[in-house]
């Protein structure tokens, strides 16, 4: 069965410091691979989503960027982090056949002081 | 044209209700219509999903009604549980967008 992993789970970083959140895939090849923000009492907003390795598309111009090192790996980063970055950072992956079922990790909560 | 609209943003239900969250959509090529159900501090997960071709689909407490014509979709919640208490996001998907638009959320609290 497929699983998704996201580390880390919580993270308080000071304003301008450096950002790696990473997103694994298992069972299951070629995903599509996706990183959604969610502010505090708020919707999903898709940031980045991937069809493949290196292949990034950005939704929302941001002081982030993703990056898809392997197949089943998907980073999101930041050199330097805003107090606007504080959020909860969702992974997510889909088929790429048939409908397009997301799936969730579990969450990445970041508060940015 | 790409929006999904959803309402209410926030719903108080008591126990042994009907909780009902709707939404509608501009965009005649969505083809899919998920609803995510996701708890504090977790991830959204998907709850039940429904295709146009159909008016309505039940699982368990959990019913989906689809009104084509009118472009709104519906969660029905039967007989609410405090256990239901979390935020539902519809979705939807197809034609040229690749993507899930969600809706902004409804937070649902079930009463004891």
């Known amino acids: 069965s497929q699983t998704i992993h996201q580390w880390p789970a919580t993270l308080v970083q000071p304003v301008g410091s450096p950002l790696s959140l990473e997103c694994t895939v298992e069972?299951?090849?070629?995903?599509?691979l996706y990183w959604y923000r969610q502010a505090a009492g708020r919707g999903l907003q898709l940031l980045f989503y991937?069809?493949?390795?290196?292949?990034i598309s950005s939704e929302v111009p941001q002081n982030l960027s993703a990056s898809r090192p392997q197949d089943r790996q998907f980073i999101l980063s930041s050199k330097k982090l805003l107090l606007s970055d504080s959020g909860f950072y969702l992974c997510a992956w889909s088929g790429t056949s048939g409908a397009n079922v997301l799936t969730f990790g579990a969450g990445s909560r970041l508060t940015v002081l | 044209q790409q929006q999904v609209k959803q309402s209410p943003q926030s719903l108080i239900v008591q126990k042994g209700g009907i909780s009902i969250i709707n939404c509608a959509y501009e965009n005649t090529a969505f083809d899919y219509f998920p609803w995510y159900q996701q708890f504090p501090g977790k991830g959204p997960a998907l709850l039940i999903a429904i295709r146009p071709d159909v008016s309505e689909k039940k699982e368990g407490r959990f019913t989906i009604s689809f009104n084509k014509s009118a472009k709104q979709f519906s969660l029905h919640i039967m007989d609410s549980q405090p256990g239901d208490s979390a935020t539902y996001f519809c979705a939807a998907i197809g034609g040229s967008q690749g993507n899930l638009i969600f809706g902004k959320g409804t937070k649902l609290s079930v009463k004891p």
């Open positions: 069972g299951t090849s070629n995903p599509n």
């Open positions: 991937s069809v493949g390795i290196g292949q």
